[in-house]
């Protein structure tokens, strides 16, 4: 009489199921890096938000500056909090972008996003590649824009105004 032995082999395929369950449980929807272009696997847009600002761009323009941009990033986690990484500089997404030969007075600015967040927006004055200047923008009189998923789920816009300076960082 031999003894009863086991295979392997169920013990594994149930390890390879959980290791497969957990790695879904675990993925951060709102954190990596996202094509702000991007759209779902079933080739629907991804639900988004809009910052507007109303700004004369031409008052930034001048020697050396030879074109202005609207960007904004996401500097830290909102709705969800928590789990979610952000990069130590996270990257710029840029909306509306003009030359100075093309200005002419004031004009409405924006910049779409697409995950939840604290978002840091500016419009930058640029010569080259080089920065020359900026003008922060957020909501609330805040140093920084929340994006809930609310706002994403009805595609909010919003207005921003012109917040301090010194309450951005000047990369």
């Given amino acids: 009489m031999g003894g009863m032995r086991c295979s392997p082999r169920p013990l594994l395929h149930v390890l390879v199921c959980l290791l497969a369950l957990l790695s879904v449980a675990c993925t951060d929807e709102t954190g990596g890096t996202t094509d702000e272009n991007s759209s ?32 904004t990033r996401r500097i830290n986690c909102w709705d969800p909090e928590l789990p979610c990484t952000v990069s130590t500089d996270p990257p710029w997404i840029t909306g509306t972008a003009a030359a100075c030969s093309e200005l002419d007075g004031s004009m409405e600015w924006q910049v779409e996003v697409t995950q939840t967040g604290q978002y840091e927006t500016q419009l930058r004055a640029l010569s080259g590649t080089s920065q020359e200047g900026i003008h922060c923008f957020a909501g609330g009189g805040a140093a920084t824009t929340k994006v809930s998923n609310a706002d994403l789920d009805t595609q909010a816009s919003f207005t921003l105004t012109e917040a301090p300076d010194q309450d951005c960082a000047n990369p």
Avoid: H, W
């Fill in 40 to 71: 779902t696997d079933d080739g629907s847009a991804l639900p988004s938000t809009v910052f507007r600002i109303e700004f004369d761009g031409t008052s930034v323009c001048g020697a050396p500056v030879d074109r202005v941009e609207f960007a």
